[in-house]
């Protein structure tokens, strides 16, 4: 802290809350609750906590919490109160054991600073080899730690406090050893080891406020509602647009407002002990926190199967005149439900663990603490403004700023500025193209709904290095497949997602299908095998080398944690009686232990009406699926769960198991595209969903959520949305014009559609023995070559410096190729300069500021655009009101606005086609 802010005791106008005092252990649920109320009507001041700490000690602590910014010490902020508390009671001894658990539990974990790990390093060292007693520190300014090596301590003064070394993010340095072990152990065994969960959690919690209540039903069913149409109505959109869960945060919150100010006050008996409330007092962030997830099944995205159904009844595709409603409904519940059901048998590896940080999770809940914690205010590098403010002014900006790169000056948004340097050079926009092209650009947007696609103030700074890296890597291979014309690829677009028949042209299914949608080889012998482009090509092999490479390195590096969680899985079917909590000390566990759990039963439940619903549909419906295969897709999920979910916990990234599914089922029931598709939409979307509910229960366990609550209102969030989907992609289908058209002017080209209809019919009608045996052999090496890559990858990362590997994650390097097919670099490129601007430089110069503000930076802007497209599009471009000028139409000229491949086929390929002869097609 400076010198002219330093801290001075003020007089006690109250007594101490004794309600905060417990002297239990922090192993105990009690020691970590608080009467909520009590604090915050009587908040205390600096000279009323710490009572056995120096001035010059309180002000040390401050700092580390950064606290030091307050602009008043008069009315500290409860956790900081509460964390004065625990390191007065905390004995250093119990504080070193702490901390060498911790040492031991986070050695190699990447999401604790390096900074942290060394400080805690330090004091455990320190202790075991200079320490006797606080006075005789006094005496020593220098310690022998374990590996010989020099430890410089120095005792705590007013100078040490005036330093401009941060105890966050400056060089580790013992100046008070007795304060900072405590200090550090306090922090990890009552609050996080994470600076970014700190920055959006308590660490404590009140049982006793309300949570499920009359008004988070209310408020949850209409914006879950609202948020299913929007959603579903943008997913086909490219790129798309989503109602972000932080804009139904913003409204959440004046709609509880609303409802504690208009209902009425009454106590409505229903049955023996239930009482329903409609009003109990002020709307609080544990309601707020209740109603987001309610709405968080729609959050962002839509039901995979979505695009199943879209692919099956739309007549660019299958034009199945046999897929209704009533096979839509059970198609949906089913796989919607299957998630569910997986989630609750997950949570002992997925949820509990500590180091399922969930960083996907984190803005959220920032916002949610902004909208319904007073914060005290502070003074942070010069910013005084609250964190509520900064949201809304931010998200005013965004809102505004979005009508000129999405509608006024869309140029912006694909500012494709070398491609129009000579429109008419196609090797310029193979290279560089935003539209068609690969994307290499180094200023390739001022949009942030393309700055955002990688979460760049979400995900940590080393995701998207990695990603990057792989995004590089794919970008060289391209090149190398296209210009090479290895497999006819330079006959075809570079890009794109689409299958294409031997002359170029896009490939249709209905072409080579019978009229129960399957294989007809006369059909076939008539046009030909489809065909890849380069990108979809080298996407495809990644994928392949993915699987057998993340299974080995995920098991390989992590085979303790994923022994513990197959362990923790079998006993939570064996012993479903046994607590769910049991094994999990870190404090956030702790403090779930005081509310009822979910019954394994209870999930297990969902999961079996889940696959009765399958089994309707398969049986009902001319689906020409076999019952295994969706016993199968269940197998493949259990099997892939554990590694799956673990990196996705720990990372933020994710990939799906369609690609494996559609690769196995192509050979099990050849020439059958129905069968393939819903089997994948079943492997992928178990998955999807799982680890969708898994967000859910992993904010409910930060946010201090009963577990029953959160379950009760994921089950009618996913009722209700899933009806709402369906009733707007059927309207979709028929309502709007040229709907899946690559060339919609309202940018519906569906490619997530495109990429599932394309999947379909090469892996499933055309199937993957024609694929590997003939048209693309070497695809088959993948899965080799990533088995044994796996094994360099761990030594690597066991063996190798460990200041350069730690943040090493090559399965993210690996998914950077599959980013490819339709997007490209200039979607992904600008996340990294906003992740190294906020997710490294500032987060390691100003942590304070970035613990107050980023979350919610990244929450505005998101909410902006989101709510800006929405009225944009409805406004200005529903009703076709376009501005037609050189800014708006530059991004559609030359090679780059409709890109095609360099060879023509009927021009130079043999015959006026490419690839196998007539008459011996594969």
Not at 309 to 314: A, D, P, T, V
Not at 852 to 858: C, D, E, M, P, V
Request: proline residues 6%; contains cysteine; glycine residues 6%.
């Amino acid at each position: 802290m400076n010198s002219e802010k330093t801290v001075h005791p003020v007089a006690s106008t109250t007594a101490p809350i004794t309600s905060l005092h417990s002297a239990g252990s922090h192993l105990q649920t009690q020691d970590h609750e608080v009467n909520l109320d009590a604090i915050l009507s009587n908040p205390l001041s600096i000279g009323e906590v710490g009572t056995t700490l120096t001035d010059t000690q309180k002000n040390y602590v401050l700092k580390r919490l950064h606290f030091d910014a307050l602009t008043s010490f008069e009315d500290l902020p409860p956790e900081c109160t509460f964390i004065f508390e625990k390191i007065e009671q905390m004995s250093t001894q119990e504080a070193v054991e702490i901390l060498k658990d911790a040492i031991k539990e986070h050695g190699d974990d990447v999401n604790v600073k390096e900074h942290d790990l060394d400080l805690w390093k330090e004091l455990v060292d320190y202790n075991a080899h200079g320490f006797h007693h606080p006075d005789d520190e006094k005496k020593s300014e220098s310690s022998i730690d374990e590996k010989g090596h020099q430890v410089k301590v120095s005792t705590l003064s007013h100078d040490a406090e005036t330093s401009s070394n941060d105890p966050s993010t400056g060089r580790p340095e013992i100046v008070d050893w007795d304060l900072q072990v405590r200090l550090e152990a306090v922090l990890v065994a009552y609050w996080s080891p994470y600076p970014e969960v700190r920055a959006v959690t308590l660490p404590f919690d009140d049982p006793s406020i309300p949570v499920e209540t009359f008004r988070v039903y209310l408020i949850g069913i209409i914006w879950t509602a609202i948020g299913a149409v929007i959603n579903q109505f943008f997913t086909e959109r490219q790129p798309p647009i989503t109602l972000d869960m932080a804009v139904v945060q913003v409204f959440l919150y004046p709609s509880g407002l609303l409802c504690e100010w208009i209902l009425p006050k009454w106590k409505i008996k229903l049955w023996k002990n239930w009482v329903i409330d409609l009003n109990p007092g002020p709307y609080n962030f544990k309601e707020q926190m209740l109603a987001t997830l309610f709405c968080s099944v729609t959050g962002g995205s839509t039901s995979y199967v979505s695009y199943n159904i879209l692919m099956q009844k739309s007549e660019l595709f299958y034009d199945n005149k046999w897929v209704d409603f009533g096979y839509q409904v059970l198609l949906i519940l089913s796989t919607n439900f299957l998630g569910i059901g997986l989630a609750g048998l997950i949570r002992k590896f997925a949820v509990y663990p500590i180091q399922a940080v969930w960083p996907s999770i984190l803005p959220n809940l920032a916002l949610n603490k902004a909208l319904l914690t007073k914060s005290k205010k502070q003074n942070i590098n010069g910013w005084t403004i609250s964190g509520y403010s900064f949201f809304f002014i931010t998200f005013a900006a965004s809102f505004l700023y979005f009508w000129v790169p999405d509608y006024l000056f869309q140029a912006l948004s694909n500012f494709s500025w070398l491609a129009w340097i000579k429109p008419s050079n196609q090797n310029l926009a193979i290279v560089t193209g935003f539209m068609g092209g690969l994307g290499l650009n180094p200023v390739s947007t001022f949009d942030w709904n393309i700055i955002n696609r990688n979460k760049p103030l979400t995900y940590p700074f080393y995701n998207q290095t990695n990603m990057i890296v792989g995004m590089f890597i794919g970008f060289i291979t391209i090149i190398g497949v296209y210009y090479s014309n290895y497999k006819w690829t330079k006959y075809l677009p570079i890009n794109s997602n689409g299958l294409f028949t031997n002359t170029g042209e896009p490939y249709s299914v209905r072409a080579v299908v019978n009229e129960n949608s399957l294989f007809d080889n006369e059909k076939y012998q008539e046009i030909g095998p489809p065909f890849y482009s380069a990108a979809n090509l080298v996407l495809y092999g990644a994928f392949f080398l993915i699987y057998p490479f993340h299974f080995v390195y995920e098991f390989g590096m992590q085979y303790k944690q994923m022994w513990h969680a197959m362990k923790g899985l079998g006993a939570a079917l064996k012993n479903w009686r046994k607590s769910t909590y049991e094994g999990f000390n870190d404090p956030h566990s702790v403090m779930m232990r005081a509310y009822p759990e979910v019954p394994e039963w209870a999930y297990l439940i969902i999961l079996v009406i889940s696959i009765v619903l399958a089994i309707l549909c398969v049986k009902v419906y001319p689906a020409e699926t076999p019952v295994w295969g969706i016993f199968f897709a269940l197998g493949i999920n259990f099997v892939f769960l554990i590694p799956l979910t673990t990196v996705y916990a720990r990372t933020g990234f994710s990939f799906g198991l369609n690609v494996l599914v559609e690769l196995i089922v192509g050979y099990a029931i050849p020439g059958n595209g129905l069968a393939l598709s819903f089997i994948k939409a079943l492997g992928y979307n178990i998955d999807g969903q799982a680890q969708n509910f898994i967000n859910d229960l992993k904010q409910g366990h930060y946010a201090k959520l009963p577990p029953r609550a959160t379950y009760r209102v994921q089950l009618l969030s996913i009722l209700i949305a899933s009806f709402i989907q369906l009733a707007i992609l059927n309207y979709q289908i028929t309502g709007i014009k040229n709907y899946c058209d690559p060339y919609n002017t309202q940018k519906f080209t569906c490619p997530n559609t495109r990429t599932f209809y394309s999947a379909s019919v090469l892996w499933g009608v055309i199937g993957p023995k024609k694929v590997f045996d003939n048209l693309y052999p070497t695809l088959k090496w993948c899965f080799l070559i990533g088995f044994l890559l796996a094994f360099p990858c761990i030594a690597l990362k066991k063996w190798g410096p460990q200041k350069y590997v730690k943040t090493f994650e090559p399965a993210i390097v690996i998914g950077g190729i599959l980013n490819y097919a339709p997007y490209n670099l200039s979607y992904y490129i600008p996340s990294v300069y906003a992740s190294f601007a906020f997710m490294w430089y500032i987060k390691n110069k100003y942590e304070a500021w970035w613990q107050k503000y980023n979350y919610l930076l990244s929450s505005g802007l998101s909410a902006g655009v989101a709510f800006s497209s929405i009225i944009i599009f409805f406004a200005v471009m529903y009703h076709e009101k376009d501005i037609n000028w050189w800014g708006n139409t530059v991004v559609y000229t030359g090679y780059d606005g409709d890109m095609v491949g360099s060879l023509n086929a009927t021009e130079s390929a043999p015959d006026g086609y490419f690839g196998p002869r007539k008459g011996h097609f594969p």
